[in-house]
Nanobody, 124 residues
């Protein structure tokens, strides 16, 4: 069974920094595309950042210049470094990964799946 588990959320002061982590567990062979999304109360889920295995990145307009997405392929873990945080960054942050893994029979399979989310609150 494969799963994504986020960590690193919490309460941070405006102007502060935070790094979120998302570890993929199971028989993961590679993370092909990593993404971070967020959803604030009463709003739709939106893209924060995405990164392909080839190194292409895409950042949401509201976080450009303030966030950096990265992948540690050896650890099958993705990260989101956030700086200069604002109260409007308050949301539940979800990681998403497109992965190659081995199923119970040893066959290579592909999966696109989500973590359960971690709360980030920016407030004084």
């Amino acid at each position: 069974q494969v799963q994504l588990v986020e960590s690193g959320g919490g309460l941070v002061l405006p102007g502060g920094s935070l790094t979120l982590s998302c570890a993929a567990s199971g028989r993961i062979l590679s993370i092909n595309v990593a993404g971070w999304y967020r959803q604030a109360p009463g709003k739709q889920r939106e893209l924060v950042a995405a990164l392909t295995k080839g190194g292409s990145t895409n950042y949401g307009d509201s976080v450009k210049g303030r966030c950096t997405i990265s992948i540690d392929h050896a650890k099958n873990t993705m990260y989101l470094q956030m700086n200069s945080l604002k109260p409007e960054d308050t949301a539940v942050y979800y990681c998403r990964a497109d992965c190659t893994y081995r199923d119970s029979t040893g066959d290579r399979k592909f999966i696109d799946f989500w973590g359960r989310g971690t709360q980030v609150t920016v407030s004084s």
